[in-house]
């Protein structure tokens, strides 16, 4: 079935540095790609989607794109701010073609900006 | 502003004891949808319903259950035959097309104690 692997946490960077968290998915058919950013104590918030391959999604600086080929969806920031610090979940749709969108999600990357 | 919320925060139950998590969406949404969040274990489907009145089991349903009489409404109840209750609760919705994103509650804190 459809799974998404993506790297495990924590991530500390200084602020004004490079991110990417990577994410890789496993999936039949053409599904929807989705990052999810979680600030504490919060639920989730949609950070950006891409729904077709070599779709570009775009979001407060940060970037991902649907590489069907390598089966990635690598989420990218040029220069972090201490504000970006949450938990990034990738997710894929997992029922496309249904009425519904059950989302499978990673298990999540915590991301620690320090000033 | 269109939104969903879920009641209360933070939940506290006895071990033994049903308890029923609300969320309530205003967003006229018709797919309806609740996750579990563990450390470590990412967001796990409990329910999920697509309109009123019919709902189906995700990958973790057993020891909960759900009713959807309203649009607005999927409350959850977690019952005393779940094993491992408490966790982090996310109640989610979305305009039902399979690349809608899913728009997520500010989630309730169930403690089983």
């Known amino acids: 079935g459809n799974s998404v692997t993506q790297m495990e946490g924590p991530v500390t960077l200084s602020e004004e540095a490079f991110l990417t968290i990577n994410c890789t998915y496993t999936?039949?058919?053409?599904?929807?790609l989705f990052w999810y950013v979680q600030y504490p104590g919060e639920g989730l918030q949609l950070l950006l989607k891409?729904?077709?391959?070599?779709d570009k999604g775009s979001n407060k600086g940060f970037e991902a794109t649907y590489r069907k080929e390598t089966t990635s969806f690598h989420l990218e920031k040029g220069s972090v701010q201490v504000s970006d610090s949450a938990v990034y979940f990738c997710?894929?749709?997992?029922?496309?073609?249904?009425?519904?969108?059950?989302?499978?999600f990673g298990t999540g990357t915590l991301l620690a900006v320090q000033p | 502003d269109g939104g969903i919320t879920q009641s209360p925060k933070y939940l506290f139950r006895k071990e033994g004891q049903n308890v029923t998590l609300s969320c309530e969406q205003n967003?006229?949404?018709?797919?309806m949808y609740w996750y579990r969040q563990d450390p470590g274990q990412g967001l796990r489907l409990i329910y999920y319903?697509?309109?009123?009145?019919?709902?189906q089991k995700g990958d973790i349903a057993e020891g909960y259950s759900v009713s959807r009489e309203k649009k607005e409404s999927f409350p959850l109840t977690v019952t005393s035959a779940q094993k491992n209750p408490t966790a982090f609760y996310l109640c989610?919705?979305?305009?039902?097309?399979?690349?809608?994103?899913?728009?997520f509650g500010n989630g309730t804190r169930l403690t089983v104690t």
């Open positions: 967003l006229n949404h018709d797919a």
């Open positions: 319903s697509q309109i009123v009145n019919d709902f």
């Open positions: 891409a729904t077709k391959a070599d």
């Open positions: 997710a894929l749709s997992g029922d496309y073609g249904g009425a519904t969108n059950k989302l499978i």
């Open positions: 989610a919705s979305s305009m039902g097309q399979n690349w809608s994103p899913l728009h």
């Open positions: 999936a039949t058919g053409y599904p929807s």
